[in-house]
């Protein structure tokens, strides 16, 4: 990722608009902002959220509340809590999203 033409700015995330993503099971709710081609978001998951997608867009995650597991299409999975982060390619490994207890992440893509 570069970062240019970006001039310094805070974001009240209070202020910005929610968005709603059903998964199979449950939902996500998205507060984004976008920056040029940079998409920022804090992205919050119900209990029992499963994704509805394989996603292969590069993410730079960190979990700020619950715990999210992340499985690859390879069948790895993988759990984050608070205080972790994960970080992959555009087109890399495919990847979903699912949370038994809920979660809150910080996302920049």
Known sequence: MEITNIPFGITDWSLIEV????????????????????RVRIVEYTPGYFADHWCSKGHILLCLEGELNTELDDGRTFLLKPGMSY???????????????????????
Request: net charge positive; proline share 0%; glycine share 10%.
């Open 87 to 109: 970080q992959v390619a555009d087109n890399s490994e495919k990847h979903r999203s699912a949370t038994r207890t809920g979660a809150k992440l910080f996302i920049v893509d």
């Open 19 to 38: 968005t709603e993503h059903k998964g199979i099971t449950g939902k996500a709710f998205w507060k984004s902002q976008n920056f040029g081609a940079i």
